[in-house]
Structures are given as C-alpha cells and as structure tokens.
C-alpha cells in the first residue's frame, strides 16, 4: 500500500448519505456553548472538595543562581500552615520528562518539581507552602526566605554557550536538516539574498489561568485530578510513573478549558505537586494560578534568531535555502523537547519548490522562562523568515512579489509531493494542494488591482498606507492513532466517549456531526464524553490540529460499524435486505418508502441488550469501537492579505483590512472554523505588533502585568473577511480533513512586516517581530523619498503562462 492509499474501515457500509440529511458541512450551533452561555462552566477554580488545602508556590526572583538554603521555619509557624515544601523533601520525584523526540541526552536539562541545585528563571518554583486559606497560603509564603548565590545570567540565544551543568553545555543540541548539492547551488546562483531575522518572545495568555486540584480516595486508592487539559492520558502516564503508581489509579478530569493555545495542559511542576501533596497529606489540595505566575512561569514560546540566504537564478526562482538559526528555550528542557525547533527546520519550506536545502537549528537554554509550543509553533517564525526571503528575492530580481511566488509554487500536478525532510518524528509528504488556485482566488475575493490602484491615489495624498500577502503550509492530523468507543442504549441516546481534549476548539459539536452524519441521527442528541481518563484507557488529546481529522475518523468508523450492526438487526426484524436500509432520524427503515415500517435505533439496542436472548450471535449492545491510524501528517494551506496604515505621528500600525484564505480540504462546520481563523488571527496579531516578553540585562522580567505586556483587545482587530476553501481534500482520511485550528495565526506576522514595509515604501525594512511603534518612526525619519511600487508590474490572478517568461 502507498502512503497515501487508505484502507477501508472495517465494517464500512458505504451507502451514500442522503444530502437532505447531511450534517457534515453545515454551521451548526456548538453543542459546548449551553452550560458556558448560562453561567453553569465548571473551570479548575470551581472544583473544591471538603477539608481541601490550598497551596501557593514561592518562586525564584533570580533568574540563575546556585540555591545555598531554603529557610521556611517561620512560615511554618504561621496558624493554618500544614506544610511547607523546599527542594530537599521532593528530591525523590524525579524531573518532569518530555514526550517522544530522536534527539539523544535531554534527560539532563528536564525541569524538577522544585529548584534543587540551581535556579535557572527568574519564577523558577523554589518551595510550596499548603494552608487552610488561600491568603493565609500567601502571606506564609512571603516569609519563606531563600538565599542563592547569583550567577551571570545567560540572556541572547546567539552568545556563546555556557555550563549547564558540569560536562553539559546550554546548547543541548543542533538540529540539521537538508538535501540536495546546496553549495552547488550557491555556486551556480545568479545572485543570492541574505537576510537577518528575528522573532520575539510571545505566548498564548489564556483567559483562564492555570489550575488544579488534586484529592486522593483512600477508599478506592484512587489519585484524581482536576483541571487536566490538552494531554490527559499522557500526563496521567506520567505522573503515575513520577509517583510510583499504577496509571490505573490515577484519574485526570478535563473540566472546561479557557483557552488552551499550546500552552495549557502540559505537565508542569505545579501539577505533579498538588497530586504529591494530596497523597501525603492525606487532604485535597487546590492551586489556582494568578496572572502575575502566568506571564512568568507558564510555557512561554517564539524568540528565534534567523540568518538565512537563497540562491536565485535571473527569473527569481529558488535554487537552494541555506538557514542558520538560534532557538532560546528558556531555563529548562520541558515536555516538548525540542518540538518547536524541529518543526522549525523541517517545515520552513513552505509552499515553495526548492531544489536545495540545509539547516542548523541551534536549541540553546537561556536564564528565561522555558519556552514550548504555541499555536503554530514553529510555521509563524519560519513563515515570517520565509515569506521575508520570498519578497527580498522579488526585490533583488527586480519582479513583483505575486510573480515571484508564482514561480516557485508546487504545482498540483505535483502532489503527493515528498520533501526529503522529517518533522515531529514523520516525513514531510505534502498530501494534496493547489497552491496557485487559492493565489488566484485570494486575488480575486480581495480585489487586489483596485485596491493598489486606490492604494497609489492615497499615498499621493500623503498618506502611509500599504498591503502586505503572505502563503503558508500549514501541518494537522498528527497520527499515529485515535479511538472513540460510540454505544447506542436502550432509550436511543448516543454516547461517544472519545479520549480527545476539550480547549475551546468546538470538539464536541465537530465529532457529534460527523457521528450523526454517519448514523442517521440528529447530532444534538450525542453526548460526547471527553476528559476523563476514567472512561477511556487511550487518548492523544487536543494538540497539532490533529482532533478532527484523527478523533474525527476515529469516529466515522465507530458510527459505521453501529450503523451496520444496526442494519444487519433491522434486516432480520424488517425481512428487508441490509442494503435496501437506512437510518434517518434514528429510525430505520427501507429507502425510498418513509411510510413504510421502521425499527428505532433504541429497538435495536433493546434486541441486542445482553439480558436478552435474541443477540442471534451478534456481540451485546448496540456499540462499536472505532480506531484510526495515520503515519503521515496532512498539510492544509493558506494565504493571509493585510491593508494597513501607519500613523506618522505616533508609529502605531493600524489595520484597515484583512483576509484570511484557507483551504482544510472539507469543511465539519465553516462557522467554527471561521471562529477559530478569527481568533487565531488576534494571537498572531498580537505577535506582529503587541505581545513580547521583555527582559532587562540582568535577566529580571519586563512584562509581568498586563500593562507591560500588551494584549490584542476588540479595538484593534480588523474587520477580517475569512474565505474557506474545500478545493484538496487530503487522501489520507475517509472524509477528506484536514486541521483548521492555526491557520488564522501562521502567516499573521509575515503579512503585517510586508504590509508595513509597503507602506514605508522601504522594502525588507521589516526584518523582526513584533514591529513596534518606534520602529515603525526609525523607518519613516530615514526615509528619503518614496519608493517605486513593487507591485506595479503585478498582473494580480493571471497564471504565469499568460505573464511571458
């Protein structure tokens, strides 16, 4: 079998849907949304159990030191302190390990629970202290006093390595990629483009902190916790294995989720210690983190550092891409290893066809927070770099920056189109595509002529104002299995219990639709079951895009085997053949005929309930389990256009237009995905112009309150005008999916610095993110007269066989 040939679920009935009741591409209302618009949510902070401690962690105010002593004997003394917790008395629970990675001799640098040697980010968790209160948890915690002797902080990712350890250096490793005769190319090159470029420091900054709350059940000998997200059954693996325990015995619950991006739900310090506390104290213990600990202690992502050349021929296309890059992890090694820089180097490459390439990616630690993933980890930097590169070749061959990416797409013919290069452990093995009919319909749908016709008229007025088009290759799907257990019962409800995570994506309304899609019945009446590690032995949970198209058909196969179980009993009791059956609204009955005789989904359930005795051979009940395996990724793409205007006065960019174009091969509900390109969007925004982390020589955080740390509000976004296209459905899964979850942020940055860089009439003047008001006013007091329009050779959607060579 090819890679990209598929196998036939077992038990597949391939009848085809009726298109009256088609559920799969149509916007309908999110089941999730009912309880969260009445008030009635249950989030981490709403969990509380009886006689239940609070816990408050101490952290370190030096961002790297050698920790000398940990003095904690007055906050002992304190009414209402249990316990006080410092490196020592956790010393035998090892450190926090990370998810599967090539890469050899990381286990050095993983983060332990609290500081034992060495602090290494300012925040690090020093100590932790349990009381009866939360204030009273606080104010113990303000008594615990810790010395450390300061050591020289390590600040810039691009600085000389340092000792980590002895015997271990900061750079734990480089991460080398490529094919092809690089130096030929650059030997053969007509010209070569070199560029320096930066991306800042930035995060996903949740509405819901982090929290959990852990109880342990002597009873049962059963450890829960609560506030689990993203990763349950790995994290619950894990932390069995940290504790000494049976992954049994331990239950993770999911709850809701207030935004999840990447950075909530992995396995953090904070969590092994409200379990550890549980079992020891023998109470439940609550941590609910504040937003100060967030900006400094959860995941933090982005800061890379890139120097990266081309070798074109006349006609601007590509020969060869040499980078060279610097990724600054932060004070750790945590659940990601080096996940971020991998994709880095293994999906720069975008949409384009390059003949050679060569990569070194430098994952260095520095004395911040630990850095992991977040949406779009690693395509919003390289997609900033590469589309940077794209529109400095336009420039450097004299040609528009449509025309010059229209000469170095893939073409469609070309798909399946293999690179030689891996990412996340798999092949890079772009599945389906058309890259030059989306540029053409983005053209179209933004009107791009008129608007740099209208464009020209306003900047002769005296106005600063520019467009900016980025394309990216976006990665979902990631394998290399998924499963949900469907059962139909007696009163006809249908139950999916599905091992997938809950982040605010619209998981549940996605999988309901594509089960009621499959068995006929009204996808309201499916309760999904998810987050709970007690229900289901196996779960990937809510990371890389990969929900709806793994659990997605995952589900589609379960919801065929019910259907044909379902027909085959119908059959015996209607003396109909199976394939003259079909399920509509829950009923089964012969087609074409919607008076005739039927049998309810809840009559056969009854029929093959095992206190019967008619199951006539067939398994009890009326359920199915349904897996799905994928040993590939799939690729959905993208483009992103910004109009903006920049105020000569104060440097703020202001966003007049934007679109987003986005095929995801078929769409379960546009609406949803129109919501998450929107959202999506923001966050990228946020990266291009806003959010950074700042740091000061001394390695002591800038940006600990929202008044140092700029978000994206309602008053800046955009109107946005989102166009979803269905146009290369992937060959890798029965329907077609692909993930929309992180197209809205990818290409967000590189849009903005083309778009900026326009309006300046400076092109490549924009060589880092976030551009910020003072750059934008360096630009404009060295600008000397206005730049000729590099679009005005651009013949917007017209293929380059109607341009000429």
Request: negative net charge; charged residues 20%.
């Amino acid at each position: 079998m090819s890679p990209l040939e598929i196998e036939a679920p077992a038990g597949d009935v391939s009848t085809p849907v009726d298109p009256a009741d088609a559920v799969i591409g149509k916007s309908v209302t999110r089941l999730e949304d009912r309880a969260l618009v009445r008030g009635e949510g249950c989030f981490a902070a709403d969990v509380n159990f009886p006689r239940q401690l609070h816990m408050r962690i101490v952290r370190s105010q030096v961002p790297h030191g050698r920790v000398l002593a940990v003095d904690a004997e007055a906050a002992r003394r304190m009414p209402g302190v249990i316990a006080v917790w410092s490196g020592q008395d956790v010393a035998d629970i090892p450190p926090i390990p990370f998810r599967a990675t090539k890469v050899q001799g990381l286990e050095p640098y993983c983060q332990p629970i609290l500081a034992q040697s060495h602090v290494r980010y300012a925040g690090e968790p020093v100590a932790a202290v349990f009381a009866t209160d939360p204030y009273i948890a606080e104010d113990a915690a303000a008594l615990v006093e810790m010395r450390i002797e300061t050591l020289p902080p390590l600040m810039d990712a691009r600085d000389e390595p340092q000792e980590f350890l002895p015997g271990l250096s900061t750079e734990p490793t480089v991460i080398r990629k490529g094919y092809g005769d690089v130096e030929s190319a650059f030997s053969a090159a007509w010209a070569q483009v070199d560029l320096a470029l930066s991306v800042g420091r930035h995060s996903g900054v949740p509405l819901e902190c982090r929290g959990a709350v852990a109880r342990y059940d002597a009873s049962r000998d059963v450890l829960e916790m609560h506030g689990a997200a993203k990763k349950s059954h790995w994290n619950r693996d894990e932390m069995a294995k940290m504790l000494g325990r049976s992954p049994a015995s331990v239950h993770l619950y999911e709850g809701h989720v207030g935004g999840g991006f990447g950075v909530r739900g992995e396995l953090y310090p904070e969590d092994v210690l409200v379990c550890l506390a549980a079992l020891r104290l023998r109470r439940p213990v609550k941590w609910i983190e504040d937003r100060r600990e967030n900006l400094l202690a959860t995941n933090h992502s982005r800061e890379q550092y890139h120097y990266i050349s081309a070798a074109i021929d006349s006609d601007g296309r590509i020969l060869g891409i040499r980078n060279r890059f610097y990724h600054s992890q932060g004070g750790y090694v945590r659940t990601h290893g080096p996940r971020v820089a991998d994709m880095s180097a293994g999906l720069l490459l975008g949409p384009y066809r390059v003949p050679a390439y060569e990569v070194a990616g430098h994952y260095r630690l520095t004395n911040k927070t630990p850095a992991a993933t977040y949406r779009a980890p690693g395509r919003y930097e390289t997609t900033f770099v590469r589309e940077r590169l794209m529109d400095a070749i336009a420039q450097k061959a004299g040609i528009d920056p449509i025309t010059v990416r229209r000469r170095n797409l893939i073409d469609k013919t070309e798909m399946p189109y293999e690179r030689p290069l891996d990412a996340l452990g798999v092949d890079v093995l772009l599945d389906s595509g058309d890259y030059a009919g989306l540029l053409d319909k983005t053209l179209a749908r933004v009107g791009w002529d008129g608007v740099r016709a209208d464009l020209a008229r306003r900047r002769a007025a005296g106005e600063c104002v520019g467009m900016g088009l980025a394309m990216f290759v976006e990665k979902s799907g990631l394998g290399p299995s998924d499963v949900v257990r469907l059962t139909v019962d007696r009163s006809g409800c249908v139950e999916l219990v599905t091992g997938a995570g809950s982040v605010g994506q619209g998981m549940e309304t996605a999988l309901a639709q594509i089960c009621a899609h499959e068995l006929g019945v009204d996808y309201q009446t499916i309760r999904v079951v998810k987050g709970r590690t007690d229900q289901i032995e196996f779960g990937n949970g809510a990371h890389a895009s990969r929900v709806t198209v793994m659990s997605g058909s995952a589900t589609q196969i379960a919801a065929r085997k019910v259907r044909a179980k379902a027909l085959d009993v119908a059959s015996k009791l209607l003396g109909v053949a199976p394939d003259a059956l079909h399920v509509r609204h829950g009923v089964v009955r012969p087609r074409g005929d919607p008076d005739a005789a039927g049998v309810t989904l809840a009559q056969v359930a009854s029929y093959l309930h095992p206190s019967q005795k008619t199951s006539e051979g067939h398994a009890p009940g009326l359920s199915a389990e349904g897996w799905f395996y994928s040993e590939h990724m799939n690729y959905p793409y993208g483009i992103h256009v910004a109009q903006v205007r920049l105020d000569e006065g104060t440097g703020i960019v202001h966003i007049e237009k934007y679109l987003v174009s986005y095929d995801v091969g078929r769409a379960v509900n546009p609406k949803m995905i129109e919501g998450q390109i929107v959202g999506g969007l923001a966050q990228g925004l946020g990266g291009a112009l806003y959010e950074q982390f700042n740091y000061d020589a001394a390695g002591q955080p800038l940006s600990t309150t929202f008044a140092d740390y700029l978000m994206v509000t309602a008053h800046e976004m955009p109107p946005v005008d989102v166009m979803i296209t269905e146009d290369a459905p992937s060959p890798l899964n029965p329907l077609g999916l692909k993930g929309a979850g992180e197209g809205g942020t990818n290409a967000a940055g590189a849009a903005i610095a083309a778009a900026v860089d326009d309006a300046l009439g400076m092109p490549g003047a924009i060589d880092r993110l976030p551009v910020l008001p003072e750059d934008v006013l360096r630009h404009l007091s060295t600008r000397t007269s206005p730049q000729p329009d590099p679009h005005a050779s651009d013949t917007g959607g017209m293929p380059d066989s109607a341009k000429g060579p």
